[in-house]
């Protein structure tokens, strides 16, 4: 009986310790659902709010492509703002007035130009002929069309004008408004008018940045941990110096934009803002990044590879250059690819030496001025005009989407060549 | 062995990549985030014209600007600089010291607004009401200044009824721009330091100690009172959308594109508008500059063509495409004196 009771007692302390169990899972599911949740909903809120940015509304005008505007021996330099204005205009022959033709005027974008201007070089033949074509629409109107501004609040609360509105009806009952897929986010560079703004020159900008920050850092990454885990004795110094890299990869990314402000900037006299600095900043915040994971690469590579090698007369080099670090190459590619990931997202380091700047023009090399996406974004998101808001959210999912094709390489080089023992 | 040499060219690529950079043909201009839409928008005007370069803003607020520019003569260094205040005395010794000389060019006027949510209640303040809001030490409300000088107390005002019966009958939340800012050094100067002259003895007090005068009149509370928000005013339109008691301090600009949120408060009986702000009517505006390297007109290219688009009608004239980014424009004549020292870089003197 007594045998009995002690079951008893030991199932009634087996199902506490089941239910400690099941709370223990039950807190683990719910940390998951909830993080999942809160990114679900950051990831949801950026990607609505990004929506607006990705089309763009235009008018359709008959354009007389005639002399009057345009001076056929200098095309580029015509007054396609001009005759863009004009055509516009020609719907409203009512339109009398300095002040109200300017009004008219605004309803345009300063980019109307450049859609005339670009169809009339790409289709010289159509000089002294009135053709029909799309043109730009300025900010605030696209966004009334997209119904983010309101037109039922009262004028004076609103940035579109009743007489705006009573225009722009007009045109949409001529049926003369289309909504397109916005091309110009990723063909066109920085502007200040959120609907000519553009990614195009942040994007060349990163590359540019990541490849001089890839050159820089994973020779000298490989290099150092090659050296530190096959080849330098364990003593004291090597101690010390895996200490330090390891506190390195803790320290704020700011202080590495200092320090590229005073080394590179003042005491090299490297040029300000140029995705060569840029680049080198992110080496040196990379470099414990792409050390600390190879060493652990080739740490996890088993001594009898090494041992089987030297044993039929391989030199050290040999084994190194021959046996382990093909081996560890996947291993040194991801520990790579993620710091260069991490770097790619970085802007506090680059404010300091000037990356954060309006750039219009797209780098053409690593010395031009250039900015990056984050910075990019950030710059966006102090802009006062509404329309610049769903443009910052674009960014932010472009920035996202680079990154998670980056991750994803990573993984796709890790499952490819990963051995296993 | 290939393996090797491809690896060791690639090396030799990376430390081969041209270091010192050519002459420079791009402008480079600094300073303040306030004036950086406008100089944005005419650098990007100018790089559009097609005949130089698009020049290269950066925003590093005032001070930071005129550090850099002041820091010499050369490629190296900045050829404009922004500011949303004039230079300092200080400055402009450093500058000389370095044997720069400058241009000073006035764009226009930018007003700093009061301004919450339009479900709030419509606030009408006086500067003196103002002060007594926003300072840390203010002058005794029990024990009115008979005398020539009355210490301060620390700010007893928690509702702004408490300051004003006319006032609502709601807690002073203020928020407004970090330090770094030169829209808080503005607002400092020009709705606080202007709010307690109206105190007979603290108007006094600045012919006597001036030193002490700025101290008690434009040292912000720090009991709660006024938060400091940031320099990012997009997110500061949207917190007083979503909380309607605070009160937010910034640019006119943002009152301007974000008038279906928010209302700006009425100073002094005057509506924080366009119109106003233009004919010096609204108190609290201040003028914006920038400053030319005359040392670098000819060896960077298209700085003079850059300052003449800047105070060109087109630009910052009455009509001009700043308006739309926010500027309130200088009266005719100033425009036209502008215009002038831009072109015969007109050398500054202190």
Same mark, same amino acid.
């Given at each position: 009986m007594t045998e009995f009771s002690q079951t008893d007692a030991r199932k009634a302390q087996l199902a506490k310790r089941y239910r400690a169990e099941t709370r223990f899972k039950a807190f683990g599911i719910g940390a998951i659902c909830t993080a999942g949740l809160i990114l679900l909903f950051l990831m949801g809120s950026i990607l609505i709010s990004s929506l607006p940015a990705f089309t763009q509304h235009y008018v359709t005008l008959d354009i007389e492509i005639s002399e009057r505007h345009i001076d056929t021996q200098n095309l580029a330099d015509s007054d396609w703002r001009g005759l863009a204005r004009a055509s516009l205009r020609a719907q409203f022959p009512d339109v009398q007035g300095r002040r109200d033709k300017r009004a008219l005027g605004k309803l345009l974008s300063l980019g109307a130009s450049d859609d005339v201007r670009d169809y009339v070089l790409a289709n010289p033949s159509s000089l002294g002929t009135s053709v029909r074509l799309p043109v730009t629409f300025s900010d605030d109107i696209d966004l009334l069309l997209k119904g983010v501004i309101d037109r039922e609040l009262p004028e004076n609360e609103r940035v579109v004008s009743n007489q705006d509105l009573a225009w722009l009806d007009q045109l949409v009952a001529e049926g003369r408004i289309s909504r397109k897929f916005a091309t110009k986010i990723f063909t066109n560079g920085d502007s200040r008018e959120p609907e000519l703004a553009g990614l195009r020159g942040a994007l060349v900008g990163t590359l540019w940045t990541l490849l001089v920050t890839l050159l820089a850092s994973f020779p000298l990454g490989v290099m150092a941990a090659i050296y530190l885990e096959e080849i330098a004795p364990k003593n004291r110094l090597t101690r010390i110096i895996e200490v330090n890299i390891n506190n390195l990869a803790a320290v704020p990314s700011i202080v590495f934009g200092l320090l590229g402000l005073a080394v590179f900037i003042n005491f090299f006299g490297m040029p300000r803002s140029a995705p060569l600095v840029g680049g080198l900043v992110l080496a040196l915040m990379t470099l414990p990044r792409i050390i600390i994971p190879t060493r652990a690469a080739f740490a996890a590579i088993p001594p009898s590879i090494r041992e089987a090698a030297m044993g039929v007369g391989a030199s050290r080099l040999q084994v190194i250059m021959h046996h382990v670090l093909p081996l560890a190459m996947p291993g040194i590619l991801t520990g790579t690819i993620i710091g260069l990931a991490q770097a790619a997202g970085e802007t506090a380091p680059l404010l300091m030496i000037g990356m954060m700047a309006f750039i219009v023009d797209v780098p053409t090399d690593v010395t031009a001025k250039a900015t990056v996406l984050p910075a990019q974004i950030y710059m966006w998101a102090n802009n006062p005009e509404r329309a610049f808001m769903a443009r910052t959210s674009a960014g932010i999912v472009v920035l996202l989407s680079l990154l998670l094709l980056v991750n994803a390489t990573a993984i796709y080089f890790r499952k490819r060549f990963e051995k296993r023992w | 062995m290939t393996r090797f040499g491809l690896s060791l060219s690639i090396l030799a690529m990376a430390i081969s990549i041209p270091v010192h950079a050519h002459a420079r043909d791009q402008i480079e201009v600094v300073g303040s985030s306030t004036v950086f839409p406008f100089a944005t928008s005419v650098a990007e005007q100018f790089g559009r014209m097609g005949k130089f370069k698009t020049p290269v803003v950066e925003a590093t607020g005032s001070g930071g600007g005129l550090k850099l520019f002041c820091s010499g003569i050369g490629l190296q260094h900045p050829d404009v600089t922004n500011a949303s205040r004039r230079i300092k005395k200080k400055e402009f010794d450093k500058c000389q010291a370095n044997g720069i000389d400058m241009t000073e060019i006035v764009i226009g006027f930018d007003g700093i607004v009061l301004a919450n949510a339009r479900n709030g209640v419509p606030l009408k303040l006086t500067r003196k009401q103002i002060y007594l809001a926003t300072a840390k030490l203010v002058p005794d409300p029990n024990k009115p200044c008979q005398a020539a000088w009355c210490a301060p107390i620390a700010n007893p005002y928690k509702k702004w009824s408490d300051i004003d019966a006319s006032l609502p009958d709601m807690k002073i939340e203020i928020l407004g721009p970090p330090p770094t800012s030169g829209t808080r050094d503005a607002f400092q100067e020009l709705a606080m330091s202007k709010g307690a002259n109206s105190f007979p003895h603290m108007k006094a007090l600045k012919k006597t100690d001036k030193s002490l005068w700025k101290k008690l009149t434009r040292t912000i509370r720090e009991d709660g009172g006024w938060i400091d928000a940031g320099e990012n005013d997009n997110l500061m339109v949207s917190k007083l959308a979503a909380n309607s008691r605070a009160v937010g301090v910034f640019g006119f600009s943002f009152l301007d594109q974000n008038a279906e949120k928010i209302r700006g408060a009425i100073v002094e009986d005057v509506v924080p508008s366009f119109d106003n702000i233009a004919d010096g009517k609204y108190g609290i505006s201040r003028s914006l500059y920038f400053y030319i390297k005359q040392a670098h007109v000819g060896t960077v290219p298209g700085i003079l063509e850059y300052v003449r688009e800047f105070t060109s009608e087109d630009a910052f %004239?009455?009509? %001009?495409?700043l308006l739309d980014k926010g500027l309130i424009p200088l009266p005719r004549q100033e425009r036209l004196k502008y215009r002038k020292d831009g072109q015969n870089l007109t050398k500054l003197s202190m």
């Open positions: - | %004239g009455e009509d %001009g495409y």
